[in-house]
């Protein structure tokens, strides 16, 4: 002490190192007094006066020696100074502790005090470097006790104060000036005088300058207003000692003092540094004061004490008033920084590594070594100071999340807990973060879940782990019940405002919205945590009301149940995302940054590669379509061959886009404005494609695997929720999927990951299971023209597998080894495998066993043993069945066979009643479709069984729905045996009778009134077996509810009409320019032979026939019927507008729109006039009153009859003779029919007034349709003329067997068919037996002579008629065979024909 007072010359330490040798002489004995009194305080009494004056005396020389020293100038003097310096801190606690005297202590004290006092004088200006290194010093020292009563003996004086106000106000005044550098000469002053202020109780003592930056923390966006929470200050606590020690205590310390002053008057809630901002969910911010807090908590100074920071948040936490919300605004600040530096520190590496001359430039490389550099510090990959401190903000978190009131906050208190570790991460620091994740459940989530529910809790929690995990952004949207009101339009806009949204956000630097990696990885090893966590609840065997088991059903209920979804709707969204990107998108998202992409970098060759790999596969398809003898395998070939074009186009594209980046881009030099417009737009939008694929995609498809590795027990049950989009992702041909690499290889790993959470069947095998559901499935994809409109329309399908299959054999064979039921995930994710096995026309080697496995899992769809992920799988099970019916190889299955599988796959509940909804429209969809009850025979039968075994459990089901009762009832008709056997016995079960009963004679209960609604459609089916049973079903269920016969008759006629195609209605001609095929009486060139038809002028008794207007018809000569033309004119008519107009003017004013002809059309009324046609079947038993036979007989003459399609036409044709033959025998009939088809025949109209309330605007008025009535109209005229009884009515009979003869001549095989049929019912009518001879010789004649073919062939038929209707007798009766055997013999070549035609006819009757 002596040497360093230099009160000796001769002993003075003149020179650096011997003081530098004093300072650490003295710290050594000072550190040897301190020990020696930790020890045993006794040693040391406060009035030894020798401890005392040693003390005062090495005070004193240390102060005096220390205002000497002059730092800064080499650095042996700037360590002798800071030695000194610590040595004067050490003897300064000496004094507080054991000192008397106050000598040396006041020097030193003075010493502290000089710079500030100096600063206090008038006219000081600037501040000597000596008061950071005196005053800073004192406060990075670890002894608070000391710091604070050495602040309270520097204010003692006033000067001290002064200058510490000046020091302030010039803080000040530089902050306004530039805010990048910190002042922290300011931050030590305020936090002196906060110091002062606790220690003295002196609250109003604080200077107005110093009072207002501290109060400006308790605003938002304050940084660029006070000096101590700008981001300049609070940047420097990770890097300045100073500020890492005292900003955080100055923030805690005016929290004290804020929670002293307030009082029950005063809005404690505004002068809370630390708060939340604003009371709207959507604008909540936080207080400056927390984010700077929060900036302490997150990145503290390495020589700061971890403790220190600790006891200033819980000194917050203390003082600061609960409606605040101190902890969740330290929370969400905290989240933010961490989530801000961590991307900072991504950014920095990026650009470290970005080209190779940059990472020289970091790290030079050392050529004398073949050693590759290691980054170190902040950027090194194995660094753990990532930006922020792991340790810190772990320790942080659990303790905040203890104090959070919002669900929010505690989220982000989870994912904050386990920052800086990862996925991987296992052994004790796992078991610690399990640990302190059951410790926060416990004493944080629950107390959440009092408040409010268990369910708001997790689906709070699971939202932003969520996201956290499987997102490149914070979504910012509403809550969750608006999302889920959302449809798929408006979840699409949202979509592409949040894409927006990280498009401008990436742009920021300090964008909080952007998930970085380490909060990426925080979260996913939050759900690794939890997923273990919940492992350890078995639902099966736990209760979960126990308060022990509680955290972990909530750990696994929030992993199985919550998570799942909305992973999936992240990765669902991104896919939809990706798989919307071109070629374009792929180009800029590999080009590379500062780089313009030129518009024309991507060729015409394009197209025609493309255009020349089309005509190469057509080529090949046209080369596999001669299938030769031994070709089993050409469609699969084929398959093949598009699969590899497919490749190679990929490989192309992928090139030509490395290609077109690396030849076409233009550098950034020498740019045009225009220019760097695009690249600043190319550079944006280049980073919204790497947080779509780096980002959103790869992330959802990474916390899907994280969350199946978790538990493989989780992983297991939340296979049916990610299988389907996964598979998806996988399978996808998109152009992103074909020039990524890493989409595709992510997307089998994931497929991979939950394929090895099968549990029954070894891991080793995943990826054998992963290919073999890539492999049956495709995917075809649909793009729109525009983007904006919507996304994409895809669809995966499962598909047959190609033959042989070896991963899809592996697979079946390994269930199958297992021998028992998987569990229901592990089978509906295994499915899809099954599915394609049963599929398609053969069965792939080592697939045999598909069918049998489906059948054993049937079980778990209901009953006992029912699987929620199965259950929904009865329709898929069912369709699979049935999908292998199609093919003749279901025969080869054996024990259980197809049928007995599907009546498995309809397995019910036993306790439920039959009046319930045991099974849905859509589970029983297959049995009733195409592939069911109108398919192939195998699957019409096997459907009908399955409707069977079900209507056996539940009749209602079966008789209360119409569409299954329709597949049932149209099969009872169906020609096949063993179809119409197995609907007869479903249908008689139906109704409760004994399956016995239901024999092939035995009367069906009649089904429901509604019968006609579900068979009209099916008269339109592809199948004509369909057709013709649903026709028979529809007229046998008229038969059974007679009162519906009227309405049935006119919804028929009805829906013939909607089918029928427009006709434009033409003028009438002025002249007859075409006679008609059949005239009642006239001859070829000869002038007609009347034939009287009329009947007796005098009549014994007055017959209803005669009211009919029957006596006195004659058939002369055809008339020609004008119509009356209101005043014609001479010449052709002027057509003007007007009249133009006019003609698309009705009565109704309705214009009608022209309908064109179709086979969908013309397929539908020949089901309408099959239906008529089984009218006549007696086993139907119909009935068909006046009425109906109006209608009916009207409809058919309008329309059925004058059909331009001749099939329809002869369909009518033949319906109007079956129905006048079968409905046309009572006297009220006959009067009707008669008249009605004689007034056809004569004007070739048809009597519109019978239509009733059946339309007549489509009804064709043309000549064409006038001749086929007058066609139709004989044939049925033949058929009432069977009727026609008594000596009265033989003219009527003989004028009409005359007409029909007549209409032979007609050139139309149909209709010489009709009129034969009708002809030899006529043979034993009336005085006909007596013609027999004279028709025959007229016949034959016209046969054998006849020029015209027509006429010849129409002969034929009648001599065929004539022979069948008068017995086989008259062949020889009349020789109709000798001249016939003549003709052929010796007739010329007319003859020949004539006779042969004739002969083939006769062979045919």
Not at 264 to 282: N, Q, Y
Not at 679 to 708: H, N, P, S, V
Request: contains cysteine.
């Amino acid at each position: 002490s002596e040497s360093l007072l230099g009160r000796n010359p001769a002993s003075a330490l003149t020179v650096t190192d011997q003081r530098f040798g004093a300072y650490s002489a003295l710290s050594e004995i000072g550190t040897f007094i301190t020990r020696k009194f930790m020890a045993d305080e006794s040693i040391f009494e406060r009035d030894d006066v020798s401890i005392g004056e040693v003390i005062d005396t090495v005070l004193t020389a240390l102060s005096s020696s220390m205002s000497k020293e002059k730092g800064g100038t080499d650095a042996a003097s700037e360590k002798t100074k800071k030695a000194g310096f610590a040595t004067l801190l050490q003897w300064t606690s000496l004094f507080k502790q054991i000192g008397s005297k106050s000598g040396g202590y006041d020097s030193t004290v003075a010493y502290l005090a000089k710079p500030a006092q100096d600063m206090a004088k008038p006219g000081s200006s600037s501040l000597s470097s000596e008061f950071r290194f005196r005053v800073g010093s004192l406060l990075t020292s670890n002894n608070e006790s000391m710091i604070e009563s050495v602040t309270v003996d520097l204010f003692r004086d006033k000067k001290f104060q002064t200058g510490l106000n000046a020091i302030i106000d010039q803080a000040v005044k530089k902050h306004t000036a530039s805010a990048i550098v910190p002042q922290i000469d300011g931050l030590s002053s305020v936090f002196l005088l906060l110091t002062n202020a606790i220690a003295t109780s002196s609250f109003s003592s604080l200077p107005p300058s110093a009072v207002k930056a501290l109060a400006a923390g308790s605003s938002a966006s304050t940084g660029s207003k006070s000096f101590i929470y700008c981001s300049s200050m609070t940047s420097a606590t990770a890097t300045d000692e100073i500020v890492g020690r005292i900003l955080h205590r100055t923030i805690a310390l005016y929290c004290k003092i804020l929670s002293k002053q307030s009082d029950d008057g005063e809005d404690g809630e505004s002068r809370d540094l630390v708060r939340l901002i604003g009371d709207d969910s959507s604008d909540v911010r936080c207080s400056a004061a927390a984010e700077a807090m929060a900036r302490c908590l997150a990145n503290p100074n390495a020589s700061s004490q971890p403790a220190a920071v600790i006891s200033s948040l819980q000194t917050i936490l203390t003082y600061t008033r609960a409606s605040s919300k101190s902890a969740d605004a330290l929370i969400a600040s905290l989240f933010r920084h961490v989530n801000v530096l961590s991307n900072k520190e991504a950014a920095m590496g990026l650009s470290l590594n970005d080209t190779r001359k940059a990472r020289e430039l970091h790290h030079p490389i050392d050529e004398n070594y073949n050693k590759i550099p290691n980054v170190r510090g902040k950027c090194s990959v194995t660094a753990s100071h990532r930006g922020f401190d792991p340790n810190a903000v772990r320790r942080v978190s659990q303790l905040l999340a203890r104090s959070a009131s919002g669900t929010d906050s505690v989220g982000k208190a989870m994912v904050l807990l386990h920052a800086g570790t990862t996925m991987r991460l296992t052994g004790r620091q796992r078991g610690a973060l399990v640990t302190n994740t059951l410790m926060m459940l416990e004493n944080t989530v629950f107390p959440h879940i009092k408040q409010s529910d268990e369910g708001t809790v997790s689906q709070k929690l699971a939202d932003f782990i969520a996201i956290c995990s499987s997102s490149n952004a914070l979504n910012t949207s509403g809550g969750d019940e608006d999302e889920k009101n959302k449809g798929d339009g408006e979840m699409k806009k949202d979509s592409t405002k949040s894409s927006n949204k990280v498009k401008r956000s990436l742009v920021e630097e300090e964008d909080d919205s952007i998930i970085s990696l380490a909060i990426h990885q925080a979260a996913l090893s939050l759900i690794t945590t939890l997923g273990g966590i919940g492992a350890n609840f078995d639902p099966e065997v736990d209760d979960p009301e126990d308060e022990e088991m509680a955290p972990y059903a909530f750990a696994q209920k929030l992993c199985v149940e919550q998570l799942p979804s909305r992973l999936l709707s992240s990765l669902s969204a991104s896919l939809d995302c990706v798989e919307l990107l071109v070629e374009k998108d792929i180009e800029l998202y590999i080009s590379p940054v500062g780089v313009l992409l030129g518009e024309n970098s991507s060729g015409s060759s394009d197209t025609a590669d493309v255009a020349t790999t089309s005509q190469n596969v057509e080529k090949k398809r046209a080369v596999k379509s001669r299938k030769k003898k031994g070709d089993f395998g050409a469609e699969f070939e084929e398959e093949e061959w598009e699969r590899q074009i497919k490749k190679e186009l990929a490989a192309k594209k992928q090139k030509k886009a490395s290609k077109s980046a690396s030849t076409a881009a233009l550098k950034a030099t020498n740019l045009s404005p225009e220019e760097k417009k695009l690249l600043d737009k190319q550079t944006e939008e280049r980073k919204r494609l790497i947080g779509l694929l780096d980002g959103d995609f790869l992330r959802a498809l990474c916390a899907i695997r994280c969350l199946c590795l978790s538990d493989i027990e989780v992983g297991n049950k939340c296979l049916p929720t990610f299988s389907t989009t996964v598979i998806s992702a996988v399978v996808s041909e998109s152009d992103a999927f074909a020039s990524v690499a890493k989409l595709k290889t992510d997307s089998f790993e994931t497929l991979r990951t939950l394929a090895s959470c099968v549990y029954e069947i070894d891991e080793t095998h995943a990826a054998t299971l992963a290919r073999a559901l890539s492999i049956c499935h495709k995917k075809d994809m649909r793009k729109k023209s525009s983007v904006e409109k919507g996304t994409t329309a895809s669809t995966l399908s499962v598909s047959a597998l190609p033959s042989p299959c070896a991963s899809a054999a592996c697979a079946i064979f390994e269930m199958e080894e297992y021998d028992d039921c998987l569990s229901g995930p592990s089978f509906a994710f295994l499915f899809p495998i099954l599915r394609a096995a049963l599929t398609g026309p053969r069965t792939a080697p080592g697939c045999e066993a598909a069918l049998k496995i489906l059948d054993r899992h049937t079980p778990l769809i209901a009953g006992d043993e029912a699987d929620a992920s199965v259950g929904p799988l009865r329709r898929e099970m069912a369709s699979a069945v049935l999908e292998l019916l199609t093919h003749d190889r279901s025969q080869a299955f054996f024990d259980p066979t197809p049928y007995d599988a599907l009546i498995s796959c309809y397995i019910t509940d036993d306790d439920k009643e039959s009046s319930g909804p045991v099974l849905s429209s859509a589970e029983l969809a297959p049995l009733l479709g195409d592939n069911g009850a109108l398919g192939g025979k195998n699957c019409r039968i096997g459907s009908m069984l399955a409707l069977g075994s079900i209507a056996s459990k539940h009749p209602r089901l079966v008789c209360k729905n119409p569409l299954i009762e329709n597949r049932i009832w149209i099969n009872c008709f169906e020609k096949n045996k063993a179809i119409r056997s197995a609907a007869r016995k479903t249908w008689m079960t139906a109704f409760g009778s004994e399956l016995d009963d239901a024999d092939e004679d035995a009367p069906l209960p009649a089904p429901s009134k509604l019968y006609a609604i579900p068979l009209l459609p099916l008269l339109n089916h592809k199948d004509q077996s369909i057709v013709s049973a649903a026709a028979v079903a529809f007229a046998t269920a008229m038969g059974l509810h007679p009162s519906s016969v009227e309405k049935s008759v006119i919804r028929l006629c009805s829906t013939y009409i909607d089918a029928f195609p427009t006709v434009v209605k033409e003028a009438e001609p002025k002249v007859q320019t075409k006679k008609s095929t059949i005239a009642p009486v006239v001859a070829p060139k000869k002038t007609a032979k009347k034939i009287s038809t009329g009947l007796p002028t005098k009549k014994p008794k007055k017959s209803i026939l005669a009211g009919a207007g029957l006596a006195g018809s004659s058939a002369g000569k055809k008339k020609i019927i004008k119509k009356p033309m209101p005043k014609a004119p001479s010449k052709a008519p002027t057509v003007t507008k007007e009249m133009l107009e006019n003609q698309f003017k009705s009565g109704s004013s309705k214009t009608l729109d022209p309908e064109k002809e179709s086979e969908e059309k013309v397929s539908t009324r020949l089901g309408i006039l099959s239906v008529i046609a089984s009218l006549a079947d007696p086993s139907t038993n119909v009935t068909l009153d006046i009425t109906a036979i109006k209608i009916l007989t009207a409809f058919l003459m309008a329309y059925g009859l004058s059909d331009g399609n001749e099939k329809v036409c002869g369909a009518a044709r033949n319906g109007a003779r079956d129905v006048a033959a079968t409905h046309g025998s009572s006297d009220a009939a006959i009067a009707f029919l008669i008249p009605h088809f004689e007034a056809v025949l004569n004007t070739g109209k048809a009597d519109e007034s019978c239509l009733g309330s059946l339309s007549n605007v489509k009804v064709p008025r043309d000549v064409a349709a006038s001749d086929r009535r007058k066609e139709g109209a004989v044939v049925a005229l033949g058929s009432v003329a069977l009727h026609l009884k008594g000596e009265e009515n033989a003219d009527k009979i003989d004028s009409t067997i005359n007409m029909l003869i007549d209409a032979l001549r007609t050139p139309s095989e149909g209709v010489q068919s009709s009129v034969a049929l009708c002809l030899s019912k006529l043979m034993k009518k009336g005085r006909t037996p007596e013609r027999v001879e004279t028709i025959l010789a007229d016949l034959m004649k016209e046969c054998l002579q006849s020029e015209s073919l027509a006429a010849r062939r129409g002969a034929a038929y009648g001599i065929s008629a004539v022979v069948k209707g008068s017995g086989i007798a008259s062949l020889k009766k009349y020789e109709v065979v000798k001249q016939l055997e003549e003709a052929c013999t010796n007739g010329h070549s007319k003859a020949k024909e004539g006779a042969l035609f004739a002969i083939e006819l006769l062979c045919d009757r």
